[in-house]
Structures are given as C-alpha cells and as structure tokens.
C-alpha cells in the first residue's frame, strides 16, 4: 500500500474526526491544525515499522443544510 485515504468530517459535538477508506483507523482532533499529527499518529500505530503508505490524504466533506 501506497497511499492512504481519510475521509474528515465535522464532529457534532465539536472538532474534526478522520477515519480511513481502508483499514480501520480513525482519529479526532479539536481543530484542523492539529488532525494532520493525529492522522500521522493514528497511521504509526496502526502499521508496523516500514509498513506505512508513504502518502496519506486527508479528504475534507462538509455538509450544510439551507433553508429553500
């Protein structure tokens, strides 16, 4: 594996969470700043040294609700 994908989503309660298309990781930061080191994390424990796709991305979905 090469590449990792995350799908970031805004938690209802607050922050952001970030959970892969792959294997099963997910994580939660309080702001986008810190997720990228939260990924980084969750994806080193996750694999075994060496093991670890080189790329990660993070793919940011929003949701917003109008009024029609």
Not at 34 to 60: M, N, Q, S, T
């Amino acid at each position: 594996m090469t590449e990792l994908i995350f799908i970031v989503e805004e938690a209802p309660e607050g922050g952001f969470v970030a959970r892969s298309l792959g294997p099963s990781i997910f994580t939660e930061a309080d702001t986008l700043a810190e997720l990228p080191a939260k990924v980084r994390d969750a994806v080193r424990c996750h694999f075994e040294e060496g093991a670890a796709p080189k790329v990660v991305r993070l793919h940011h979905v929003r949701e917003e609700v109008i009024a029609v």
